[in-house]
């Protein structure tokens, strides 16, 4: 999920909505996740779940989540993860014990019926699962919202279409997208209020560092793909780098070492991205199959994604979005 640490090193500020404009890459799977966890948490399961018991709470997710891109004439293009790095085999295994210990608590909390453990615990166990995958991109489909398909890390691949002029920013929560070299990155889109903006070439002029020392400080303190070196954190980091050069030279003085420190900074510096894709930004929704497709193909409660629905639909004539066809 990228290390908030990075945080302190960032250049970032909020920004009003005003002050943006054009296409967002968005790390589908970063955005799709947090609308999932915030509508398992404070939707009834009964308004998601199909007489099967298939959960598809993503779908009043989008919905829900969608209008503040079209409200602002923003075009979302979504861009879905491929297979993960094998580097990263530990921390995905980190989550996969973490989700097993949440689902271990919920059962306990279903049999003492307490509700707010209940939801609490729903939201922290929740995965993309082949059926959320499938039925995102379809509704995504139905919306006209173009999806593009990472070979590897959508963060990458996302920040490789700024880079290339495709896209204006990249939309994720995560701080990692400034070690794959997104220019621009919007925060926040998942929260209210405007988003926070993350600037790259004022990160790397604040601290005096080329982006590939930025990447051997990252190293340091600690990435989805590596365990950092015990005792630095972000100001030791940017410090050692400023004072050594780069993340070997470090590693000789201090007398440590980073397992896979080579791999894992060739993952940041050249990452597994493509030029194969295409994409309209001019949006034409088929409102009324997206509506059926949720409601009455997914049993997905009306009144849950009626506002979202309206909310999308106003946008087109309300605010004249020029991107609407």
């Known amino acids: 999920m990228g290390n908030a640490a990075l945080r302190d090193i960032a250049v970032i500020e909020e920004i009003p909505f005003d002050d943006v404009e054009g296409v967002v890459a968005v790390d589908a799977h970063n955005w799709l996740y947090r609308y999932l966890t915030t509508t398992v948490k404070w939707t009834s399961s009964e308004k998601y779940t199909t007489a099967d018991g298939t959960e598809v709470a993503n779908l009043i997710g989008i919905v829900q989540g969608l209008p503040k891109f079209f409200e602002n004439d923003i075009v979302p293009v979504m861009v879905f993860d491929g297979?993960?790095?094998?580097?990263k085999a530990d921390e995905i295994e980190s989550r996969r014990e973490q989700?097993?210990?949440?689902?271990?608590?919920?059962e306990v909390a279903r049999e003492e019926g307490d509700e707010l453990a209940i939801a609490q615990?729903?939201?922290r166990t929740q995965r993309l699962t082949p059926e959320i995958?499938?039925?995102?991109?379809?509704?995504?489909r139905l919306l006209d919202v173009p999806v593009v398909e990472a070979p590897a890390e959508g963060e990458a691949q996302?920040?490789?279409?700024?880079?290339?002029?495709?896209?204006?920013y990249v939309g994720s929560e995560d701080y990692d997208a400034l070690l794959f070299g997104a220019p621009l990155t919007l925060r926040q889109l998942t929260s209210k209020g405007d988003p926070e903006l993350m600037d790259l070439e004022a990160?790397?002029?604040h601290h005096d560092l080329t982006l590939e020392q930025l990447i051997d400080a990252a190293i340091l303190i600690g990435t989805d793909f590596n365990e950092g070196v015990s005792g630095i954190g972000p100001k030791t980091a940017i410090s050692a780098i400023t004072e050594h050069g780069d993340l070997w030279s470090v590693l000789e003085?201090?007398?440590?070492?980073?397992?896979?420190?080579?791999?894992?900074?060739a993952l940041f510096r050249e990452p597994n991205v493509s030029d194969d894709y295409a994409f309209d930004p001019d949006l034409d929704p088929d409102l009324e199959a997206a509506r059926a497709y949720v409601v009455d193909e997914w049993s997905v409660d009306a009144d849950e994604v009626a506002r979202g629905f309206e909310r999308i639909e106003e946008s087109a004539t309300q605010t004249g979005l020029d991107r609407w066809t």
């Open 253 to 265: 003085a201090r007398g440590d070492h980073v397992e896979y420190g080579d791999r894992v900074r």
């Open 158 to 168: 996302a920040a490789h279409m700024v880079r290339r002029g495709d896209a204006d």
């Open 203 to 205: 990160t790397l002029a």
């Open 121 to 123: 615990l729903e939201s």
């Open 133 to 140: 995958q499938e039925t995102s991109r379809e509704l995504l």
């Open 99 to 106: 989700r097993r210990t949440y689902e271990e608590q919920l």
């Open 83 to 87: 297979g993960p790095s094998e580097l």
